[in-house]
């Protein structure tokens, strides 16, 4: 694929109205009697989930809730039409047979808990309910720039060595994705990874790895507990112990098979990054006032403008204005150039400067920072000039109120802990309540700054809107569930252990998992292959689990749509580092990283099939 080729994006509702005529034209053949074959609906299932990659990645686009929606249509035409033919109703449904189908909904949607549990076996509601206060939970305390401070205290700490700084901070990335969603921290992790390295006029390559490396961190590494993942939630409520009602996949397991995996693959990670940025430092002493004060930066500029940007998104946003003077802003700043100076050395008029710098930080802070790079362009700052001393103290200031209001944010992680243990201990309580109750104290700490509340509702919802597309497709699996489509499925793997051996049909399934997930979006592949090995032995669902979680991590982050953190990775590079930047040399650059961990999972798959399984 051609990076630079331009994308044209297909018009949503025409397809959407396609796929509504294909509905009722399959509607209207059943009710006339022609038979419509059981088969049909997997294979429309298989050609949806390829649509999404196909218009995904090349010219031609279309929205991927506009193709889940409309081919659910003919999807769930296809399973009732065929339904019909299996079972002789030619025509109309009898009005016995009308009953039937009625008493069944009157039943699911009596009682909330009645209407939740069918929502939950249909679409995996408490999951999506999960990951949608997960999401706003994350957004809020994400404001307080609990990251960047404790980024910039480990710069201080290891006299600006770049390695052991983001060493610390991808461990601690890849801990909290295991619990707070990887989704949410790897925005966080990306542009705090990206504001040392540019610090440390990394090469332009270095950067780009870089950001790609966070997708390793919080998919692969982050699989270790079910609640940072959301293919580890649909896994977890697919394979439930049908003699005891409760779930396979326990915390117990995830912290047993998959905690060693996912310490073995960040040793991967870490290994891989020390060739990479080994010998890079920050100069300490030259570190610019705004960049040595990065955390209260980002808290004021998400309490006055209601945004958080980076000095080279905020240059390509105000690009109009800059006018000839664009180009070389948006490069400057592009290599770690502070905004201020950029402005400066590309002849941007004083008014302009002062206005961006102002709508950047703060207005009332404007005149001090013109002032401050004025003086530093002209190398006539040897110390603290007077206007970075207004700045210093504004800031030091500012971050009083900040860290107060992480104080009261942090709070949020008592009732949110606490309700996750009590789910572990009660499969019955919904996991959903653990995310809305740290949602409520985190939006709680930031409620009296509106704008900067309005701009964590809205990143959340944003990113929350990204697994929208998911809903018809796990509808459209519950369908094949129903049509007992995985049980040749199930028939097959319990032939290939017994033929192949446990530890061979775990690799299969790793490697399987790995391919399917490059190519398609990893939650769909957690919620198709999780059903197959439901009704096996129990020694055997938590070995092929255990493999089947490493292969969506790991193929989910090999190309830019196999996952949401690759997405998230992808467009960053795309927007911010550089626009040539494809899809083709995104699988080259990840690539050697990938085989490294897929040698050591392998590995690990084996030893551990023959421990448990008997190999």
Known sequence: MNSTSTVVHLPPRPFMGVCLAAALAI??????????????????????????????????????????????????A?????????????????AAELRGWLDVLQAATATPAALFIALEELIHLDTMLFILGLTFFVACIAHTRVLEEAAFFLLRRNAGAVLPTVIAITAVV??????????????????????????????????????????????VCGMWLAYGEPPNLIMKANLINPASGTPYLTDGFFLLYCLPAAVLTYGCVAWSLRQKIGGLRVDLARLDVLDGNAAAVRFLQALQHGEVLLPVEFA??????????????????????????????????????????????????????????????????PGLDEGEV??????????????????????????????????????HLPLFLASFAGFAVALAAIWSLPKMRAAAL??????????????????????????EFFGQFQQLIQSGSRSMGPASMALAQFFGSSVLSALLDNNVVADFAARAIQGLPPVLILLFSMSQIAGYALGGCWTHIGSAQSVVAYAFIRRDLDPRFGPLQYVRAFSPLLATMAVVLT?????VAYVTAGG
């Open 603 to 607: 590995l690990y798959i084996v030893v």
């Open 27 to 76: 509607v209207v053949a059943a009710r006339s009697g022609a038979a419509i074959p059981a088969w049909l609906l997997p294979v429309e299932l298989a050609a949806t989930i390829l649509s999404l990659f196909l218009l995904g990645s090349f010219t031609y686009q279309l929205e991927k809730d506009a193709l889940t929606y409309g081919m659910s249509l003919v999807m769930f």
């Open 390 to 427: 207004v700045i210093a103290r504004a800031l030091a200031k500012l971050d009083e109120r900040r860290i107060g209001v992480r104080r009261t944010g942090l709070l949020a992680a008592l009732p949110f802990g606490g309700l996750l243990v009590a789910h572990a201990f009660n499969h």
């Open 174 to 219: 890849a801990a909290a994705s295991g619990i707070f969603s990887g989704v949410s921290m790897i925005g966080l992790a990306i542009r705090t990874l990206v504001i040392i390295l540019l610090l440390a006029q990394a090469p332009p390559q270095t950067v780009r790895y870089a950001v790609i490396v966070c997708t390793a961190v919080t998919t």
């Open 78 to 94: 296809t399973f009732a039409g065929s339904g019909w033919t299996q079972q002789g109703m030619r025509g109309v449904f009898s």
């Open 458 to 483: 809205r990143a959340a919802w944003v990113e929350f809107s990204e697994y929208l597309f998911l809903l018809p497709l796990f509808f459209s699996i519950s369908l094949l569930t129903r049509s």
């Open 316 to 381: 390509e946003a105000h690009a109009a204005e800059l006018g000839a003077h664009a180009a070389e802003v948006v490069e400057r700043t592009r290599t770690g150039e502070a905004l201020g100076l950029a402005l400066v050395h590309a002849g941007v008029a004083q008014p302009l400067r002062k206005q961006l710098l102002g709508r950047f930080i703060d207005e009332s802070l404007a005149d001090a920072l013109d002032r401050h790079y004025v003086l530093e362009s002209q190398n006539m700052s």
